[in-house]
């Protein structure tokens, strides 16, 4: 059974339809990446799958201990986050709140669940630092370790590696793929980056004037893009990363 | 020096000394716990607005011959709240806009209210001034007024401490919350009445147009030296209290008016703190 089932979706707002007849699912472990163009409708079907938006018509099914609320997510940063004081620690833990209800206070479970994602993203001894003064990559694990206090089983990042460094971004990209590969956490990702993403990558979602949906493979052999070249740039990446 | 310790021995005698000073140190309290959250939010400016349209609803009380205006000025100035927060997600007039609109729309139409219904009063200027800036209400407050103010202060107090980890969640990340199923808009829409009881509390202490200042300075001061949530929450907290006793023992002793003593106090303090954040960036 698929964690999540999408069945010709329409997407858009109002009487605006972005995109029409979008099906795909998304099976335990895998690595999904949603590929398109800016304004092809990719951060509208994540609203979508995040349950934010309704879709305009088609359905959307959750199953395998998956739901619209047990989805880690990553949003991209915003204004208001780059000035915030708030320790590590703080922001990590509001991960749990989701599932603790009206519950004033956090639990000790939520406790050790927030350490424990904290370690996972080794940033268990930034856990007191300040959020503000971390770098760009620093923030991003801090936010995924608090996307895994909201879930188990799926994540979804919204453009992961924007704004950050070659080398973080392929440090980045790593931390993801061994938390789909290790820990078996699905991975649902947004990206622009095609080149640098797809390697990752076990399926391809391309949104826009054309739709496809389908493994890598087939989205290599469609594309004729080289898969020699794609391995080539992640050969470069891992390098890059090693040499530090 | 003894002088004026015997003068502030003579005052604390006075009860209404007494009743200002809970009065004052609760107001500053809850102000100050929900400025943080408005400041990170970029709602700074609606306490600005609320509190005018508290004013328009007090020109409203007194046209209507109330003796006792808070409950109707109450319940005008959480429905702006509630509507300011909606207003803010609707696209087509933005949130500042819709601050700024609201804020000195409820200000013209208080003041003309309040001239055309002019019933005998024969200090109106005195009157509208001293709503503005509140210059001696506080030390002519009732027991009623009193015990409004405390029981007030506490269910902001204890509404803060219940929702704090809520608070902050949606205060440092909307979307995420929404996405994790935390019911964010109840707690936008909680925390839009909380702040509209809290201005309509203080409007008794540093009158209309000083209330902001009351709610954005603590916690800006608190911000240029401290780091996670809840120390800049705490020292806040601290900052206004303690800024609130100042400017109203300042005021007894040197007759300065107590809105814009506590006010000067506030700005004081965001100096020195903002030096003292300066110099520890630097150092580290």
């Given at each position: 059974?698929?964690q999540?089932k999408?069945?010709?979706?329409?997407?858009?707002?109002?009487a605006?339809e972005?995109v029409?007849?979008?099906?795909?699912e998304?099976?335990?472990?895998d690595?999904?990446?949603?590929?398109g163009?800016?304004?092809?409708?990719k951060s509208t079907?994540m609203?979508?799958?995040?349950?934010?938006?309704?879709?305009?018509?088609g359905?959307?099914t959750?199953?395998?201990?998956?739901?619209a609320?047990s989805?880690?997510?990553l949003?991209?940063?915003t204004?208001?986050q780059r000035?915030?004081?708030?320790s590590?620690?703080e922001?990590?833990?509001?991960g749990c709140l989701?599932?603790?209800?009206?519950?004033?206070?956090?639990?000790?479970a939520?406790?050790?669940l927030a350490a424990?994602?904290?370690?996972?993203m080794?940033?268990?001894?930034?856990?007191r630092?300040?959020?503000?003064?971390?770098?760009?990559?620093?923030?991003q694990r801090?936010l995924l370790?608090r996307?895994?206090c909201?879930?188990e089983?799926l994540?979804?990042l919204?453009e992961?590696?924007a704004?950050l460094?070659?080398?973080?971004?392929?440090?980045m990209?790593?931390?993801?793929?061994?938390?789909?590969?290790?820990d078996?956490?699905?991975?649902?990702?947004?990206?622009?980056?095609?080149a640098?993403?797809?390697?990752y990558?076990s399926h391809?979602?391309?949104?826009g004037?054309?739709i496809f949906?389908g493994?890598r493979?087939?989205y290599?052999d469609?594309?004729?893009?080289?898969?020699?070249?794609?391995?080539?740039?992640?050969?470069?990446?891992?390098?890059g990363?090693d040499?530090? | 020096?003894?002088d004026?310790?015997a003068?502030?021995g003579?005052?604390l005698?006075k009860?209404?000394?007494?009743?200002?000073?809970?009065?004052?140190v609760?107001?500053a309290?809850?102000s100050?716990?929900?400025?943080?959250?408005?400041?990170?939010?970029?709602?700074s400016?609606?306490g600005?607005g609320l509190?005018?349209?508290?004013f328009?609803?007090m020109?409203?009380?007194?046209?209507?011959?109330l003796?006792?205006?808070?409950p109707?000025v109450l319940?005008i100035?959480v429905?702006?709240a509630?509507?300011?927060l909606r207003?803010?997600k609707?696209a087509?007039i933005?949130g500042?806009?819709?601050i700024?609109?609201?804020?000195?729309g409820a200000?013209?139409?208080?003041?003309l209210?309040?001239?055309?219904?002019n019933?005998?009063?024969?200090?109106?200027?005195?009157?509208v001034?001293?709503t503005l800036?509140?210059?001696?209400?506080i030390?002519?407050?009732s027991?009623?007024?009193?015990w409004m103010?405390?029981?007030?202060?506490?269910i902001v107090?204890?509404f803060?401490?219940?929702?704090?980890?809520?608070i902050?969640?949606?205060?440092?990340?909307e979307s995420?919350a929404?996405?994790?199923g935390q019911r964010?808009?109840?707690?936008?829409l909680?925390?839009?009445?909380?702040?509209?009881?809290?201005?309509?509390?203080?409007?008794q202490l540093?009158?209309s147009l000083?209330?902001s200042a009351?709610v954005?300075?603590?916690a800006l001061s608190a911000?240029?030296?401290?780091?996670?949530?809840?120390?800049v929450?705490i020292?806040?907290a601290?900052?206004s209290?303690?800024?609130?006793?100042?400017?109203l023992?300042t005021?007894?002793l040197a007759?300065?008016?107590?809105?814009?003593?506590i006010v000067a106090?506030?700005?004081?303090?965001?100096?020195?703190?903002?030096l003292?954040g300066?110099v520890t960036?630097r150092?580290?």
């Amino acid at each position: 059974m698929s964690q999540i089932k999408c069945t010709d979706l329409t997407l858009g707002y109002g009487a605006q339809e972005i995109v029409t007849g979008l099906s795909f699912e998304v099976n335990a472990g895998d690595y999904l990446c949603i590929v398109g163009e800016n304004g092809s409708g990719k951060s509208t079907l994540m609203k979508t799958l995040l349950g934010l938006t309704k879709p305009l018509s088609g359905s959307i099914t959750f199953g395998d201990g998956v739901t619209a609320r047990s989805i880690g997510y990553l949003p991209q940063q915003t204004d208001v986050q780059r000035d915030f004081p708030a320790s590590v620690r703080e922001i990590v833990l509001s991960g749990c709140l989701g599932r603790d209800g009206f519950r004033p206070f956090y639990s000790k479970a939520d406790k050790a669940l927030a350490a424990r994602s904290m370690e996972r993203m080794n940033i268990t001894d930034l856990s007191r630092r300040c959020y503000r003064e971390l770098s760009g990559g620093q923030q991003q694990r801090v936010l995924l370790a608090r996307a895994l206090c909201a879930t188990e089983k799926l994540l979804l990042l919204d453009e992961p590696v924007a704004g950050l460094d070659p080398k973080v971004t392929a440090e980045m990209y790593e931390l993801i793929e061994s938390l789909n590969k290790h820990d078996g956490v699905t991975v649902i990702m947004i990206s622009h980056d095609i080149a640098n993403s797809l390697p990752y990558a076990s399926h391809i979602l391309h949104i826009g004037s054309d739709i496809f949906f389908g493994t890598r493979q087939e989205y290599l052999d469609k594309t004729h893009l080289d898969q020699a070249h794609l391995d080539k740039t992640r050969f470069a990446q891992k390098e890059g990363t090693d040499r530090e | 020096m003894n002088d004026l310790f015997a003068t502030l021995g003579f005052y604390l005698e006075k009860p209404f000394v007494i009743n200002a000073l809970i009065v004052g140190v609760l107001i500053a309290l809850c102000s100050s716990l929900l400025g943080v959250t408005l400041v990170l939010k970029r709602y700074s400016f609606i306490g600005d607005g609320l509190s005018h349209v508290a004013f328009g609803a007090m020109a409203i009380a007194a046209v209507l011959g109330l003796t006792n205006d808070m409950p109707l000025v109450l319940t005008i100035t959480v429905v702006c709240a509630v509507l300011l927060l909606r207003m803010g997600k609707n696209a087509k007039i933005k949130g500042d806009a819709a601050i700024a609109m609201i804020s000195v729309g409820a200000l013209a139409i208080g003041y003309l209210l309040m001239n055309i219904f002019n019933t005998g009063s024969s200090n109106l200027s005195g009157d509208v001034c001293s709503t503005l800036f509140g210059s001696t209400s506080i030390l002519t407050l009732s027991t009623f007024d009193v015990w409004m103010c405390i029981i007030l202060s506490v269910i902001v107090v204890l509404f803060f401490v219940l929702f704090y980890n809520k608070i902050f969640s949606v205060t440092f990340d909307e979307s995420f919350a929404r996405a994790t199923g935390q019911r964010a808009g109840l707690y936008n829409l909680l925390i839009a009445i909380v702040i509209a009881v809290i201005i309509v509390v203080s409007m008794q202490l540093v009158g209309s147009l000083l209330i902001s200042a009351l709610v954005i300075f603590p916690a800006l001061s608190a911000m240029r030296v401290f780091k996670s949530f809840k120390s800049v929450t705490i020292c806040a907290a601290i900052v206004s209290v303690v800024c609130a006793l100042i400017g109203l023992f300042t005021s007894i002793l040197a007759g300065t008016p107590v809105g814009s003593t506590i006010v000067a106090a506030d700005i004081a303090v965001f100096a020195l703190f903002s030096l003292i954040g300066a110099v520890t960036k630097r150092n580290a």
